[in-house]
């Protein structure tokens, strides 16, 4: 491995699947690559196999297809990658019993990229004490602690399963502006799951949706005003816009709003008001109930 | 190195008991002495045969050091016992409740493998719990000698107070090379506890116990033998079925044990080394960590 990684990508993975037991497939031949200095996104309802994904990418769980990240394998080279993976499964996965010095102490112990002064920074900025003990703290404390650890460390690739579950809207907040503000400087790249998707759309800048263990949605924040369109047509222009084939239908105030994969941009002006969808209407559009 | 040391350290953090339990247990041992020896010791009343077998004990130094000997000796024994027992639940629980809290999620953020973990679990339980437990022992020792020194001087006991260093320093290290035997000879139900740890969904206890029982009845059972049976009783008693013929030939046969350095072979459990049966032990307790490690790396259901 002498050639210059830089400009790989972060993960590749090329018909990847996953099946638990005899039952049905977690993850369907999913292909996908993750680019470096990226915020991106994967999304679906629960179930759609996100965290199976990420457990793939994580080395956590043996997979089928192929699966390189940061041109290793996940299953094969485990431990060598986690030097350079840092992850947040879920909420409240600090021990109980752990003390936050302990947490300091047991991380710059085994971590050869761990900075012991970062992490107190971070933790000064909160309400959190060295002598405390993870139990004595609240869920958004728990959440602040890890991410002062995770913060400290100098990681290529960040992992974030549903990192803010549970947690009020100002921890919620707190715990993604930090990451933008005081961590992101686009040499990492960041991967996060969650199915709440207004909290994360603003600061992505790719997108991966999944449904039911297939990839329905593959692009770039910047790509979407090129590839989507969103119409918003008076009920007397609806059937005319069901003609064009939309992704997705739903009335707003009495109003039909249709989501389109774009063909021929210039053709919906006709229909209505033409907008660019959000993630949250495309997240809508391609994983509700009517597509 | 300094990561398995950590992670011995992050063990004895998360199980306390492993470092009070042998503590607490020698305190008490010291204070029943000091207690002890007041209450019922400031009036010697001796029987004539108990009066004869301590003036004949002042008169013959090597019998002085064989009694010292022994009583140093056997003042392990209470945190040992104790000692094993926090180490057979620790053993039991330590795989298990990582999963249970699902901590384990984030223990395998990091960069540790799985060998280390499992590693240096075995390691404080077959290593750093021997040698605690050692070292408190030795420190209790001495202050309990000391307490019975001050109590019996001027008394008939009065030869239970003379210190006798060299086989002090020789009772201690036999000890200590008795309990890495011990490790060595336990060390394949040490892993095998593991095993069940990592490898139990929910009561580990029952799973690390039930189904060896299980398989012995089913054979006494179906061919009337009991192979099963008698192969796990000689791995839990046949330790102390070593160290034993030794420790009987000591007290029945008192012409034997002249010197100190018999008085070492009566104690010492170093013939088991040429034992098949310890190295046989060994090797499976290495199969068996490898099974909890592997078991470990794909282990999913946190």
Known sequence: MTEDTTHLPIIEARGLSKRYGRGTLALDDVTFTIGSGRIVGLMGANGAGKTTALKAILGLTPFEGHLQVLGQNPSRERDALMRDVCFIADVAVLPKWMRVSQALDFVSGIHPRFSRTRAEEVLASTDIQLHQRVSQLSKG?????????????????????????????????????RLLNDYFDHQRTILVTTHQVEEVEHLLDHIILLRKGRVVLDCAVSDIEARYVQVLASPERADAARAMQPLHEREVFGRKLFIFETKDAGSYAGLGEVRTPSISDLFVALLGEHS | MTAFLTLM?????????????????????????????RVGGLDFELGDQEAGFFSDLAATPVAQVQLFAVWMGSLLIPQLIVGLLVVFFYLLDTLYGERRDRSILFWKSLPISDASTVLSKFAVAALLMPVWVWGISLVSGVLIF??????????????????????????????????????????????????????????????????????????????????????????????????????????????TLQTVAEAYQALSAAPLLASPSLWLGVLSAALLLALAIRLRRWRDDA
């Open chain 1, 141 to 177: 404390m728990i959440t602040q602690l890890h991410l002062a650890l995770i913060m400290a460390i100098d990681a290529k690739l960040l992992v974030l399963d549903e990192p803010t579950l549970g947690l009020d809207l100002l921890y919620r907040r707190g715990f993604y502006e």
């Open chain 2, 9 to 37: 350290r992050r063990e004895l953090w998360e199980h306390r008991s492993l470092v009070w339990a042998p503590l607490v247990t020698a305190l008490l041992l010291v204070l029943a002495t000091f207690f002890g020896s």
């Open chain 2, 146 to 255: 000391l307490i019975v020194k001050f109590m019996v001087a001027g008394t008939a006991l009065a030869p239970l107070g003379v210190w006798h260093g060299s086989a002090w320093l020789l009772v201690q290290a036999t000890l200590l090379q008795n309990l890495l035997i011990a490790a060595l000879w336990y060390a394949p139900i040490a892993a095998w506890l593991l095993v069940i740890s990592v490898f139990a969904k929910r009561s580990p206890f029952f799973w690390a116990v039930l189904p060896p029982l299980l398989v012995a009845i089913l054979e006494e059972v179906a061919f009337g033998s009991e192979r099963i049976l008698v192969f796990i009783g000689h791995r839990l008693s046949g330790y102390f079925q070593a160290v034993q013929p030794g420790l009987m030939r000591s007290r029945d046969d008192e012409t």
